[in-house]
């Protein structure tokens, strides 16, 4: 069985060498959080593709199901833990630990809001 491991672990660093530039700098980037390593960077990568088809990081985050689940009424605004919509695959890398929030990733922090200018239904 390691023998096997260690076969797919080398294809899966051959198959990292052989992309963009651009992509293993994200996968490097994907391991820099905690809780992603080289599998799951990958998957995520794999997935998502090129990352600059996003305009803003929240679209990316709700491609992935890391977006928290929000219960709102009037100006009470309550979010709560990731909300696991989205493509399943991609979201599978976070979204499964337990107690980890959206807000916990770096680009699923709420911009604050413009100077008065949102209103609520």
């Known amino acids: 069985m ?8 080398r294809s899966i660093d051959a198959a990292i060498e052989s992309l963009p530039v651009k992509m293993r700098a994200v996968i490097e980037a994907l391991q820099s959080l905690r809780g992603i390593a080289q599998l799951s960077a990958v998957s995520i ?4 593709g090129e990352v600059s088809r ?25 979010r709560g833990a990731i909300s ?10 976070w979204s499964r630990r337990p107690g980890l929030t959206a ?19």
């Open 2 to 9: 390691s023998e096997r491991i260690g076969r797919l672990e």
């Open 45 to 48: 990568m794999a997935e998502v």
């Open 54 to 78: 996003f305009e803003h990081p929240r679209q990316l985050m709700g491609y992935s199901g890391a977006v928290s689940r929000e219960h709102s009424s009037g100006e009470r605004i309550r």
């Open 84 to 93: 696991k919509t989205g493509n399943a695959t991609c979201g599978a890398s």
């Open 103 to 121: 807000t916990a990733l770096p680009s699923a922090r709420p911009s604050p809001p413009d100077s008065g200018t949102a209103v609520r239904p």
